[in-house]
Nanobody, 123 residues
Framework: QVQLVESGGGLVQAGGSLRLSCSAS????????MAWYRQVLGKPRELVAT???????NYADSAKDRFAISRDNSKSTVYLQMNSLKPEDTAVYYC?????????????????WGQGTQVTVSS
């Protein structure tokens, strides 16, 4: 069974920085695209940033120029460096990864989610 475990959330003042981490554990062959999403209570979950296995990144407009997504394939870990945080960045942040459990097992591809980590930005 594959699990994603996030860490790094917390309380920070506006203008501050946080770095989120998400590591995949369990048995699998490879990890494809990884992403960070966020959700405010009562609102839909929204995409923050994605990164492919080759390192190509994409950002939501709200994250451009302030957030940076990166990954360490040797550690099966994805990071989200968040700078110049604003109160509107307050949300639960979720890690997502597309995982191939066994070589060639395309039908078995998993869409995995972490448990979420709270980020609160005070004004």
């Amino acid at each position: 069974q594959v699990q994603l475990v996030e860490s790094g959330g917390g309380l920070v003042q506006a203008g501050g920085s946080l770095r989120l981490s998400c590591s995949a554990s369990g048995r699998f062959f490879s990890i494809g695209t990884m992403a960070w999403y966020r959700q405010v209570l009562g609102k839909p979950r929204e995409l923050v940033a994605t990164i492919t296995s080759g390192g190509t990144t994409n950002y939501a407009d709200s994250a451009k120029d302030r957030f940076a997504i990166s990954r360490d394939n040797s550690k099966s870990t994805v990071y989200l460096q968040m700078n110049s945080l604003k109160p509107e960045d307050t949300a639960v942040y979720y890690c997502n990864a597309v995982i191939l459990p066994r070589i060639g097992d395309i039908r078995g591809i998993l869409d995995c989610w972490g448990q979420g980590t709270q980020v609160t930005v005070s004004s």
